[in-house]
């Protein structure tokens, strides 16, 4: 079947560093792709999202990247802060027919004071 | 207040004990979905909906069953629960397929 493929599963950086993560989908019928932030306890938010005609988004410190033809896209943190620790979901959705949403597994960020 | 809201939170049961877990939504969203989330796995889709009457299976769908009789309600049936589905099952639901999908708090399930 399906899938979304996510690195790392953790990540750790100091205060103030950049963080990135990477997911690759392989449904090429793809067309819209979301990251979620989920605390511990508590319900995936969405952070930013970007849709397949468009490469890249950008608000305030984050960024998303596509890359259509690599199946591949990117999330990228800057000035990154204690309080966005916490694990990021992206996610692939199909929405030409259906609905069909899948998760990557998830990267758990730790951002060092 | 715009919101997705599930019943119960918490619920303890038995093997082949049927149960429901309830989904509803105040913003009109036609799109829905039922998800449950396990430790490494992320979050596997079960079922989705895409308007009233209209529902079709997720990457996981068998031991359930859903209904979309109301655009505001999406219940989440288990006819058998198996220890296997034992989960933190979220329900979400998004304007179109393009958009964000705003999830409730949660429903963590625990089948002995």
């Known amino acids: 079947g399906e899938n979304v493929e996510q690195h790392p599963s953790t990540l750790s950086v100091q205060e103030g560093d950049s963080a990135v993560i990477k997911c690759t989908y392989s449904?090429?019928?793809?067309?819209?792709f979301p990251w979620y932030k989920q605390e511990l306890g508590k319900r995936p938010q969405l952070i930013i999202d970007?849709?397949?005609?468009?490469g890249e988004k950008k608000d305030q410190r984050i960024a998303v990247t596509l890359n259509k033809t690599a199946k591949h896209f990117s999330l990228h943190i800057t000035e990154t802060q204690p309080e966005d620790s916490a694990v990021y979901f992206c996610?692939?959705?199909?929405?030409?027919?259906?609905?069909?949403?899948?998760f990557g597994a998830g990267t758990r960020l730790f951002v060092k004071a | 207040e715009a919101q997705v809201t599930q019943n119960p939170r918490y619920l303890i049961t038995v093997t082949g004990k049927k149960l429901t877990v309830t989904c509803s939504q105040n913003?009109?969203?036609?799109?829905m979905s039922w998800y449950r989330q396990d430790p490494g796995l992320g979050l596997r889709q079960i079922y989705y909906?895409?308007?009233?009457?209209?529902?079709d299976k997720g990457d996981v769908p068998e031991g359930y069953k859903v209904s979309r009789k109301e655009k505001r309600n999406f219940p989440l049936i288990l006819e058998s629960p198996s220890p296997n589905q034992t989960s933190l099952y979220f329900c979400?639901?998004?304007?179109?397929?393009?958009?964000?999908?705003?999830f409730g708090p949660g429903t963590r399930l625990l089948v002995l």
């Open positions: 913003m009109n969203h036609e799109y």
């Open positions: 449904d090429s019928a793809s067309n819209y």
């Open positions: 909906s895409m308007n009233v009457e209209v529902t």
């Open positions: 970007i849709r397949s005609n468009v």
């Open positions: 996610a692939a959705t199909t929405g030409t027919g259906g609905f069909k949403t899948i």
């Open positions: 979400a639901s998004s304007s179109t397929s393009e958009e964000t999908q705003y």
